[in-house]
């Protein structure tokens, strides 16, 4: 019933179809489950006396006369009286409504009311005559496009409601909405179109913001049960590779051994491992990564790597080779390699010659064929999505997946972005780390700053120089990186000073980024391309120039550029005009050195659309719920889906009836 086209319903023809569609309605479903924005509340007719100048309500009033004028443009001017109060109702469109009103008849007339003495007005008000149904009450508003009007749009819904009463099935399992205390779902429709009360409002809104979060938590919960399949040949833990973490350079911190043990658990467990590690910036994931590689490789199995920029895989790739010299055959594949290399290499892939394969996300995009793939790592997967992690998971026959993210999630939100992968947490930094020294510098100390940033440099120590833009532009006053570039080659004409931005060639890039990495370049100028990731330990100051321009995990993000050795770090964040709320951002910066923390505030700040983009992750946009205001529903579906998994899990038959029936509802989103 959900699925009957909008055409046939009464009212709708092959016009208003085709404007429906505009905002994408097409089905009596997507018309239900289009929700009014706002509401006005007029459920009481108010005495004029009693309604104030500029205020907006519903009175009632005789009509004693209706009149053409024309004052500046042609109006209808409608006389009326209402106890001893007299007023003018005026209109602009004259024609249309010369016959609307009656002499001597009662209306409503709901407006914002304009008094001067005993004599009101009202420019535009709707109205109707008295004792008309429905007028009074709880009026939705509904998102329109040009050519459908409010008025229409309830009554397309009030159509839709009537035609399906009575025939709107459940969809959420019986204990659920009886021990959750939901509403049905039909009351729930009729009520968030047209609420009786504030409290009807209320409670169909929670049950329609449960159903949402219900829905899409199955799914992802579905998802993980679905990768959950017995593979052919489980992998073994050879002696040579624990010999090999022996040598490591470094002794792993407890929090890399403990998502070690679990990625080798996974790994022998007979089951595809499925598994995001967290870690704050620093932590230490890369490490765990190519430990996951050399397993898949010690077991005869090819592994990929995947970055989000050009940049990092180049790093991933330089910092592999260091550790496994030509031990183990590696290629690098972004879209800068050229063509004919290109073929080549992915020859070598297909035949098994190449092992590892590094590069950015263009290698899922394009024919890479394995010859054994058993590995796919992601590294920065917020970047690129469930339906692309499906995509190369589906490359190999059940390869195992490994996903980095350096994006601290509050828990709760990663239940809904990874609800489908098992989590390890890197939440310990290695030995010997400083906390960062992060400073708020006015625009009066900068010349400090630089005395104290050329004491560092004469010490050895490098700096990166964040900036908003790439160049100059005279809409926007805000510091460029290019302009900077030219600013600081002249404030520091004895240092190397380089340039990085987006709009150069990954191969010009990758030349200043070496550089830096060798430490030629003291000061590197960049935008946000090198947000994440990069590591270079030896650089200890980091400058962010119009830090208000930046959202508080991408700061959190760029000072983790620094602080990754054991020398003391800084940060600089420079602003010259600094509002209350960007105030306040910083200083929760300033004050804490927790990722978690800051992702937490600025999911409070910007929401997660804005933070984590939610389209990006593949996830369908949530209609009612948000996943903030939301968080206690949420909280509680979790609780409901992880109850019923555990029954699906058990074959329990009404279980997986349940969720048969459902299997369309949960197809609308990503296909299996
Ligand atoms: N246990 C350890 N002890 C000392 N140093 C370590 C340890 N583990 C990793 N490192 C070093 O710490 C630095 C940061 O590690 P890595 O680049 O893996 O961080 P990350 O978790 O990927 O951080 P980001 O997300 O910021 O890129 C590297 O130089 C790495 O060699």
Same mark, same amino acid.
């Given at each position: 019933?959900?699925?009957?086209?909008?055409?046939?319903?009464?009212?709708?023809?092959?016009?208003?179809?085709?404007?429906?569609?505009?905002?994408?309605?097409?089905?009596?479903?997507?018309?239900?489950?289009?929700?009014?924005?706002?509401?006005?509340?007029?459920?009481?007719?108010?005495?004029?006396?009693?309604?104030?100048?500029?205020?907006?309500?519903?009175?009632?009033?005789?009509?004693?006369?209706?009149?053409?004028?024309?004052?500046?443009? #042609?109006?209808?001017?409608? @006389?009326?009286?209402?106890?001893?109060?007299?007023?003018?109702?005026?209109?602009?469109?004259?024609?249309?409504?010369?016959?609307?009103?009656?002499?001597?008849?009662?209306?409503?007339?709901?407006?914002?009311?304009?008094?001067?003495?005993?004599?009101?007005?009202?420019?535009?008000?709707?109205?109707?005559?008295?004792?008309?149904?429905?007028?009074?009450?709880?009026?939705?508003?509904?998102?329109?496009?040009?050519?459908?009007?409010?008025?229409?749009?309830?009554?397309?819904?009030?159509?839709?409601?009537?035609?399906?009463?009575?025939?709107?099935?459940?969809?959420?399992?019986?204990?659920?909405?009886?021990?959750?205390?939901?509403?049905?779902?039909? @009351?729930?429709?009729?009520?968030?179109?047209?609420?009786?009360?504030?409290?009807?409002?209320?409670?169909?809104?929670?049950?329609?913001?449960?159903?949402?979060?219900?829905?899409?938590?199955?799914?992802?919960?579905?998802?993980?049960?679905?990768?959950?399949?017995?593979?052919?040949?489980?992998?073994?833990?050879?002696?040579?590779?624990?010999?090999?973490?022996?040598?490591?350079?470094?002794?792993?911190?407890?929090?890399?051994?403990?998502?070690?043990?679990?990625?080798?658990?996974?790994?022998?467990?007979?089951?595809?491992?499925?598994?995001?590690?967290?870690?704050?910036?620093?932590?230490?994931?890369?490490?765990?990564?190519?430990?996951?590689?050399?397993?898949?490789?010690?077991?005869?199995?090819?592994?990929?790597?995947?970055?989000?920029?050009?940049?990092?895989?180049?790093?991933?790739?330089?910092?592999?080779?260091?550790?496994?010299?030509?031990?183990? @055959?590696?290629?690098?594949?972004?879209?800068?390699?050229?063509?004919?290399?290109?073929?080549?290499?992915?020859?070598?892939?297909?035949?098994?010659?190449?092992?590892?394969?590094?590069?950015?996300?263009?290698?899922?995009?394009?024919?890479?064929?394995?010859?054994?793939?058993?590995?796919?790592?992601?590294?920065?997967?917020?970047?690129?999505?469930?339906?692309?992690?499906?995509?190369?998971?589906?490359?190999?026959?059940?390869?195992?997946?490994?996903?980095?993210?350096? @994006?601290?999630?509050?828990?709760?939100?990663?239940?809904?972005?990874?609800?489908?992968?098992?989590?390890?947490?890197?939440?310990?930094?290695?030995?010997?780390?400083?906390?960062?020294?992060?400073?708020?510098?006015?625009?009066?100390?900068?010349?400090?700053?630089?005395?104290?940033?050329?004491?560092?440099?004469?010490?050895?120590?490098?700096?990166?120089?964040?900036?908003?833009?790439?160049?100059?532009?005279?809409?926007?006053?805000?510091?460029?990186?290019?302009?900077?570039? #030219?600013?600081?080659?002249?404030?520091?004409?004895?240092?190397?000073?380089?340039?990085?931005?987006?709009?150069?060639?990954?191969?010009?890039?990758?030349?200043?980024?070496?550089?830096?990495?060798?430490?030629?370049?003291?000061?590197?100028?960049?935008?946000?391309?090198?947000?994440?990731?990069?590591?270079?330990?030896?650089?200890?100051?980091?400058?962010?120039?119009?830090?208000?321009?930046?959202?508080?995990?991408?700061?959190?993000?760029?000072?983790?550029?620094?602080?990754?050795? #054991?020398?003391?770090?800084?940060?600089?964040?420079?602003?010259?005009?600094?509002?209350?709320?960007?105030?306040?951002?910083?200083?929760?910066?300033?004050?804490?050195?927790?990722?978690?923390?800051?992702?937490?505030?600025?999911?409070?700040?910007?929401?997660?659309?804005?933070?984590?983009?939610?389209?990006?992750?593949?996830?369908?946009?949530?209609?009612?719920?948000?996943?903030?205001?939301?968080?206690?529903?949420?909280?509680?579906?979790?609780?409901?889906?992880?109850?019923?998994?555990?029954?699906?899990?058990?074959?329990?038959?009404?279980?997986?009836?349940?969720?048969?029936?459902?299997?369309?509802?949960?197809?609308?989103?990503?296909?299996?």
């Amino acid at each position: 019933m959900l699925d009957t086209s909008v055409d046939k319903l009464y009212g709708v023809g092959d016009r208003k179809r085709k404007l429906l569609e505009k905002i994408n309605i097409r089905t009596f479903g997507d018309l239900l489950m289009a929700y009014p924005h706002r509401y006005i509340d007029r459920r009481r007719v108010i005495s004029v006396s009693a309604l104030k100048t500029g205020a907006l309500g519903c009175i009632e009033a005789k009509v004693v006369e209706v009149q053409q004028k024309r004052a500046k443009k #042609e109006i209808l001017s409608v @006389t009326v009286e209402s106890h001893f109060h007299q007023g003018e109702m005026v209109f602009f469109s004259p024609k249309y409504l010369k016959n609307a009103f009656e002499v001597g008849q009662s209306y409503y007339f709901f407006g914002k009311m304009d008094k001067t003495g005993m004599f009101f007005k009202m420019l535009q008000p709707e109205f109707a005559k008295v004792g008309t149904k429905g007028f009074l009450g709880i009026i939705p508003v509904y998102p329109l496009t040009a050519g459908i009007s409010n008025k229409e749009m309830i009554a397309y819904k009030k159509g839709v409601l009537s035609a399906l009463q009575g025939k709107i099935m459940e969809n959420l399992p019986e204990f659920v909405v009886q021990e959750a205390k939901l509403v049905t779902r039909m @009351t729930a429709f009729t009520q968030i179109h047209f609420p009786d009360s504030a409290e009807a409002y209320k409670a169909a809104k929670r049950r329609l913001v449960f159903e949402e979060l219900f829905i899409l938590q199955l799914k992802l919960m579905l998802l993980k049960q679905n990768y959950h399949k017995p593979i052919k040949a489980p992998y073994t833990i050879p002696e040579d590779f624990e010999f090999w973490i022996s040598r490591l350079p470094f002794q792993l911190t407890q929090a890399q051994k403990r998502t070690l043990d679990e990625i080798k658990t996974d790994i022998t467990s007979g089951y595809a491992m499925n598994r995001l590690i967290q870690g704050d910036v620093g932590s230490g994931k890369t490490i765990l990564a190519f430990a996951a590689i050399f397993l898949a490789v010690l077991n005869h199995k090819q592994a990929v790597l995947m970055a989000p920029t050009a940049l990092l895989a180049e790093q991933h790739y330089e910092g592999f080779k260091k550790i496994f010299g030509n031990t183990i @055959t590696v290629a690098l594949l972004t879209s800068d390699v050229k063509a004919k290399n290109k073929e080549a290499l992915k020859n070598q892939i297909a035949l098994g010659d190449i092992k590892v394969v590094i590069g950015t996300h263009a290698i899922i995009q394009e024919d890479v064929v394995f010859e054994s793939l058993g590995l796919v790592i992601t590294d920065e997967q917020h970047r690129f999505g469930i339906r692309q992690r499906m995509n190369v998971a589906l490359k190999g026959n059940q390869p195992h997946t490994l996903i980095m993210s350096a @994006t601290p999630i509050p828990r709760t939100l990663s239940l809904i972005l990874y609800g489908d992968m098992d989590v390890s947490l890197v939440d310990e930094l290695p030995e010997g780390r400083k906390p960062i020294k992060t400073h708020f510098i006015k625009p009066e100390k900068v010349s400090d700053m630089y005395g104290f940033i050329d004491k560092r440099i004469q010490e050895g120590r490098q700096v990166y120089v964040v900036c908003p833009l790439v160049e100059d532009s005279e809409a926007i006053d805000l510091t460029s990186a290019t302009g900077h570039y #030219e600013h600081l080659r002249n404030r520091f004409p004895d240092y190397e000073i380089g340039l990085v931005h987006g709009k150069m060639k990954s191969s010009e890039k990758e030349t200043i980024m070496k550089a830096f990495h060798e430490n030629k370049i003291q000061i590197l100028v960049s935008t946000t391309v090198i947000e994440v990731g990069i590591n270079v330990p030896n650089a200890t100051i980091m400058v962010v120039m119009d830090s208000e321009r930046f959202g508080l995990s991408q700061l959190h993000q760029l000072r983790g550029r620094v602080g990754r050795g #054991e020398v003391q770090s800084y940060c600089f964040l420079l602003s010259e005009k600094l509002g209350k709320t960007s105030k306040e951002r910083i200083e929760s910066l300033v004050n804490s050195s927790s990722g978690f923390e800051i992702a937490e505030r600025d999911l409070m700040l910007r929401g997660p659309g804005e933070v984590f983009g939610l389209k990006q992750h593949g996830l369908p946009e949530l209609r009612l719920a948000s996943l903030i205001e939301d968080k206690k529903t949420l909280k509680e579906v979790q609780k409901y889906v992880k109850m019923i998994i555990a029954e699906y899990e058990m074959n329990n038959v009404q279980v997986k009836r349940y969720i048969q029936k459902l299997s369309n509802e949960l197809e609308t989103w990503f296909t299996l």
